[in-house]
């Protein structure tokens, strides 16, 4: 079934991803074709008052992979493209990344079918009430833990905090992460992502030998994800030449300022050239295919496909986004000797962090900064040497190695657990 509108259909892409990495694991088939299934799916009709006084009805979803050696876990979006199979690649995708970081985590992943950008605040909190409610058999601090994804952030998830905790009586902190700060969120959390996606570029530029001081890095997309990863990046002395958001972006190749550029994104709701000093307009494609030593693809999925592969000049690129390379391209990546980071490793940043906040919610702790910071930057680091050291043993890509680490751990998992009955 092909994603209508798109082309690509995210879930074959993850089904696509297991078979792959299949002649390297001993694995009895039956146990991976369970893994290139979901677990449990809810699909979900809402109506929802709008402030104009009409009803408006949306459709929402709760999937759940799988959850072998945890609770379940993954964001919600927000987002008009939003359908089951996206939400099903996402939850998979999930999956693979807790166990890559070695947490104690499964996959899930949710969404809603809506423009957000076309809502207002109350009609958002209204909807997030409503489809927290006809979740809530399935979301729970021991049983699924939502987190923030494409158009949700902290204020969506106190929401999603309080629907949750007025049902059951008392408040239930641990039911999300992602929270503000005041609601039992973890320091640090609202920057793990892309702080972690900077992480993993460290690593990797050790690996590889590039400098990342000087370093040309383009980046697509400026949300939680990009706009972060942007100024940490600019903070160790590499220079953005190239950053974009859903409209297009903005470009200079001696490196842009990147407080003027989020400023204007935060003013304008968009990142306009002539409120930007120095910089000049750039187009999604034009930013893919910049000359430049990184490119951070930190948006939504199928960026790079075999499309405009060959035409990437970045020599490291790290994957902020969920699913933004086909197989396709990746293999034509590899061919041109691009060395890649994929996803489930160079953004786990954000999942490592909910952990971090969900055992401090659960034991009533509060961790510092600091703390935050040096656990994510372990993590992530031996994550990485794991992976690297899988890919140099089997002469693979960095994702296959990834693939190879994490389903081999949820493989052993469910062995050890056995199949009931
Ligand atoms: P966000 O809503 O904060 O930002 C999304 C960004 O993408 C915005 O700048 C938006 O303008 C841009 N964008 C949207 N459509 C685009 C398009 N067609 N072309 C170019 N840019 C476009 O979302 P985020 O949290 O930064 O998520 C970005 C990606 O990172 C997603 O793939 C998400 O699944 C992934 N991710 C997020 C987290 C997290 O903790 N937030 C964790 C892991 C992975």
Known sequence: MQKEGKGINPFEIAQRQVDIVKPYLDVDPGILEKFKTTRRELTVHFPVKMDDGSIKMFTGYRIQHNDTRGPFKGGIRYHPDVDIDEVRALAMWMTWKSAVANIPFGGAKGGIACDPKKMSKSEIERMTRRFTWEISMLIGPEVDIPAPDVYTNPQVMAWIMDTYSIFKGYAVPGVVTGKPLELGGSLGRFEATGKGVVISTQNACKQLGIP???????IQGCG???????????????????ISDSKGGLYNQDGLDIKAALDCKTKYFCLLSDKVTKSEPISNKELLELDCDILVPAALESQITKENANNIKAKLIVEGANGPTTPEADEILYEAGKFVVPDILANAGGVIVSYFEWVQ???????????????LENILTRSFKEVYTISEEKKVNMRTAAYILAIGRVAKASKLRGLYP
């Open 212 to 218: 990342l001081e000087g370093a040309k890095v383009a």
């Open 224 to 242: 939680n994800v990009g706009g972060i990863a942007a100024i940490y990046f600019e903070r160790l002395g590499a220079k953005i030449i190239a």
């Open 361 to 375: 919610n659960l034991q009533e702790l509060l961790w510092s900064e600091e703390e935050v910071a040096n656990r």
